[in-house]
């Protein structure tokens, strides 16, 4: 179980994360690329680089059987997916193990398991884990319907086999669901390869709330608190931060308590997530649990001092955790904004081109793989960068982040930098009153959209 020689099966920046986290534990590194990645950064800064495919590019990137052969040809004895790709596939957890190597994860049981929301609700729910009311397992286009009604509208259709925002529709009546279903499996099973949908009563002045977790083979169980993802767009996360102004230290408990209850029912090793809807009262949901590095880990990193990545490498070695519950401390505020090479007026349509300028802004942790002369193409996801800001108060991560927006050096793409210096200085965000549904209410026409920045910055 024991490793000196880690493959990091992803790209970009978490690859570079993967890299400097196991560098800091005296590990070699090995980087994949495919060719359009030929002269990217994680490839330089890892100790070797395998080459595992052409284009199309993302394709290269989820080929196990190439990923395998990187293995061999490197003396890799462990694998570490990042997030993205194949991060939450199980096979690909089943073919590393078979194969002699340790995947930085669970097993691929519990992979399996977590990564297909209707048998992930059935198993926490004989857990004693809320979750949202709903029903999954059913294919009859007049058995769903019959079930919205009985669940009362508005409801959401979701992918069962996987997240982001993809396979997801909101109906309001019958007719509304009609048409959703059709749009709704056709788009999952583009994405995830399954058309199976679920059922969820749409909760829609909720809060996004996840709680971090950290779990060893010796049956370690911690919770790291929450992080509040709630503004977002299309489903997708925009902001994160901790702690989450709608939750004190009560719900942090009760919150806790059922995410490590969760882990152990599931017998989970490793970093995951569990994500949750907050409604207006507090009354909290279980929504679905990623097996996985999350993109916003940082902010919980930022809070208590832990090096996430370096604990899911020490927990793959068979290390026990070093820490108890009651040794978890969170200190101050942290928040993350998430770059994007998107165009918000436009409805945030993904952008491409090159970059031309990147200057790094300085007094923030910023995670990214950006350089000059870096093309932005339209293989992978839109986010070029994340920003990471710590305070004393919430009020001193806003600043902090605002002064980045406005004053970093990103030339070449259009990104989101001004829309999210702007969301984050809208008085309802600086009150902590955002919830999932807050962009679809706002007039991108308005003052406050299209004023600068500063003007209203806390």
């Known amino acids: 179980m024991r490793f000196d020689t880690l493959l990091v099966a992803n790209r970009g920046e978490i690859a570079l994360r993967v890299i400097r986290a196991a560098r800091g534990l005296g590990l ?7 060719d359009a990645d030929a002269e990217s950064r994680h490839v330089r800064e890892a100790d070797l680089a395998v080459h595992i495919g052409a284009a199309p590019a993302q394709a290269s990137y ?24 194949l991060s939450e596939n199980a096979e690909f957890a089943r073919a590393v193990a078979d194969a ?3 995947f930085v994860g669970p097993s691929a049981e519990v992979i399996a398991l977590m990564s297909n929301k209707a048998r992930a609700k059935e198993a926490l729910q ?7 009311p709903g029903a999954q397992g059913i294919s009859d286009d007049r058995e769903l319907s019959a079930r919205a009604r009985a669940i009362g509208y508005p409801v959401l259709l979701k992918a069962a086999a996987g997240g982001g925002g993809r396979g997801m529709r909101l109906a309001h009546d019958d ?16 994405a995830f390869g399954s058309d199976e949908l679920i059922l969820e009563k749409a909760i829609l002045a909720a809060r996004h709330v996840e709680i971090q977790v950290l779990c060893d083979e010796h049956g370690n169980v911690l919770h790291l608190g929450e992080r509040d993802c709630s503004l977002q767009r299309r489903y997708q996360k925009l902001v994160e931060e901790s702690p989450s102004p709608a939750v004190g230290p009560e719900l942090r408990e009760r919150m806790g308590a059922v995410a490590r209850r969760a882990c152990q029912a599931i017998g989970y090793v490793g970093v995951g997530t569990l994500e949750f809807l907050v409604d207006e009262a507090g009354d909290f949901y279980f929504m679905e649990m990623n097996t996985r590095l999350q993109v916003e880990h940082g902010v919980t990193e930022l809070l208590t001092g832990l090096d996430l990545v370096q604990w899911q490498l020490r927990v ?20 993350e904004l998430r770059i994007c090479a998107e165009d918000p007026v436009a409805g945030f349509v993904p952008q491409v081109g090159s970059v ?3 200057v790094e802004p300085a007094g923030l942790r910023v995670d990214t793989a950006l350089e000059d002369g870096l093309e932005i193409t339209p293989h992978y996801d839109s986010m070029l960068a994340k920003y990471l800001a710590w305070g004393e108060t919430r009020e001193e991560c806003i600043r902090k982040l605002t002064r980045a927006c406005e004053g970093g050096s990103l030339l070449g793409v259009r990104t989101n930098l001004h829309f999210l210096a702007r969301a984050i200085n809208h008085p309802d965000f600086i009150e902590g009153g955002v919830t999932t549904n807050f962009l679809a209410g706002q007039d991108m026409a308005s003052d406050h959209w299209r004023a600068e920045p500063s003007e209203h910055a806390v």
Do not use: K
């Not at 070699?28 to 495919?34: E, F, G, P």
């Not at 004989?126 to 949202?132: F, S």
């Not at 007719?175 to 788009?187: F, G, K, T, V, W």
């Not at 070695?317 to 101050?332: F, I, K, M, W």
């Open 28 to 34: 070699r590194t090995v980087a994949v690329y495919s």
């Open 62 to 85: 989820r080929n196990v059987e190439a990923i395998l052969r990187a293995c061999a040809r490197s003396g890799a004895q462990a694998v570490h997916p990042g997030y993205g790709f």
């Open 100 to 102: 002699g190597l340790t």
């Open 126 to 132: 004989r857990a004693d884990v809320p979750t949202v």
């Open 175 to 190: 007719e509304a669901l009609a048409q959703a279903l059709p749009l709704a499996r056709s788009e999952a099973l583009g």
């Open 316 to 335: 793959a070695q068979g290390e026990p955790l070093a820490l108890r519950q009651e040794d978890v401390q969170r200190h101050g505020h942290a928040m």
């Open 356 to 358: 031309l300028r990147w």
